[in-house]
């Protein structure tokens, strides 16, 4: 993967055109009328190719149906590039398009592991818009099928050829996608931190992604300037190389109903249970840490996240996030999203506790412990 970082480095796609003779461009965005602008940027760096397809039919949450409508979109013609630009869907999709264009198979044989993805799919460009997923530093996608999240997951064949980070691309955000994909990188960068398979490298981005958060996300929402916006881009790039190490943890995992069921967006979803798990994992025990590492190990590294927040204890630490999330115009209460009923909870404890799922948290979570943390923030 060969990246291009900086303002204006948008300019770069033209010399990845040149160096390799690519003329047949699929390119695919999201349909939000702030997408425009940068399409107009794509079309003029790329108006010498021979054949140019534009899809935009993405929808918030990946799915196998909006997969293989792309993908039957790009088999009818025959391009030598793909080109994704946008949030985490827009990437997903580009990176399952990729990937499918060459191994071919129904796309949930490989999503339910009956198939493996053994080629390297069309070269992809890969070029985010919001600073927040992180899917451009990764080697899944992510692809729901019905209300459910898999990953297609590959680290020697999904990762793209290219990445573009351009912050001037994310200029034109509103307050509220600003918020919500600030969020994810804050959740992604925190829980790849408290990670049982973090490593020192993983450890290395998810400290310089927090820091960089947690001082420019509130002027990124309220006040965004050229520096701001810059620094969000690099940290949201840097909690995404922290999660290809480690991935995620609980609060990811509960997050996917919440936002399948009841159509909250991501980052607000995955906001909803950070505050809480931080104190949860700050009292692992011997009887209940999943760390190969010992309680002390994870006892310690919560003592430098919370450090990296900014506060001194833990309760300090979770009122400081939920704090940040008020202050970015989100909520921190599920009633306040829709989800008011002892049902609707019980959708998500059905939905979001999956064991296979929490495995990576550092501290053992129970259904019993997940209830009591959704009643809290209920």
């Known amino acids: 993967m060969k990246e291009?970082?900086?303002n204006g480095s948008i300019k770069n796609l033209q010399k990845i055109l040149s160096d390799n003779n690519y003329k047949n461009i699929f390119l695919i965005t999201g349909k939000s009328p702030l997408t425009k602008e940068n399409v107009n940027k794509i079309q003029k760096l790329i108006k010498n190719s021979s054949q140019f397809f534009h899809y935009n039919d993405i929808a918030p949450s990946p799915s196998v149906e909006g997969v293989k409508k792309a993908l039957d979109l790009f088999n009818k013609g025959i391009f030598d590039l793909i080109v994704a630009m946008g949030g985490g869907s827009?990437?997903?999709?580009?990176?399952?398009v990729s990937v499918f264009s060459i191994n071919k198979g129904t796309i949930?044989?490989?999503?339910?592991?009956?198939?493996?993805?053994?080629?390297?799919?069309t070269p992809l460009v890969l070029i985010p818009t919001t600073a927040g997923t992180g899917s451009e530093a990764t080697h899944f996608a992510v692809i729901f099928i019905k209300k459910t999240k898999y990953s297609l997951a590959s680290d020697k064949?999904?990762?793209a050829d290219y990445v573009i980070i351009d912050p001037e691309l994310s200029y034109s955000l509103p307050k509220r996608?600003?918020?919500?994909?600030?969020?994810?990188?804050?959740?992604?960068?925190?829980?790849?931190?408290?990670?049982i398979?973090?490593?020192i490298e993983s450890k290395r981005y998810?400290?310089?992604?927090?820091?960089?958060?947690m001082n420019n996300l509130l002027n990124a929402v309220h006040n965004p300037d050229k520096e701001s916006r810059y620094n969000m881009a690099i940290a949201a790039n840097f909690a995404g190389k922290a999660i290809n190490i480690t991935k995620t943890t609980a609060c990811h995992a509960i997050s996917y109903p919440i936002t399948s069921y009841f159509n909250v967006p991501h980052g607000q979803a995955v906001a909803l249970t950070l505050p809480s798990m931080i104190v949860f994992n700050s009292e692992v025990n011997n009887s209940d840490v999943l760390d190969l590492r010992g309680c002390d190990y994870v006892k310690e590294t919560m003592k430098e996240l919370i450090t990296l927040i900014g506060a001194s204890t833990f309760n300090e630490a979770k009122e400081k996030i939920t704090e940040i999330i008020k202050n970015i115009g989100l909520e921190s209460k599920l009633s306040k999203l829709g989800i008011k009923t002892q049902e609707e909870i019980e959708i998500l404890i059905r939905n979001g506790f999956n064991p296979e799922r929490v495995k990576n948290n550092p501290r053992l979570l129970t259904?019993?412990?997940?209830?009591?943390i959704l009643e809290e923030i209920r």
């Open 108 to 121: 949930k044989d490989f999503l339910l592991k009956k198939k493996k993805i053994e080629k390297k799919g």
């Open 157 to 159: 064949y999904i990762p």
């Open 90 to 96: 827009a990437l997903d999709i580009g990176k399952s």
């Open 367 to 372: 259904e019993t412990q997940l209830r009591k």
């Open 4 to 6: 291009f970082i900086g």
């Open 197 to 199: 398979y973090s490593t």
């Open 177 to 195: 996608v600003t918020a919500y994909t600030g969020m994810d990188a804050l959740s992604q960068a925190i829980e790849s931190y408290w990670n």
């Open 206 to 213: 998810a400290r310089k992604a927090i820091k960089l958060i």
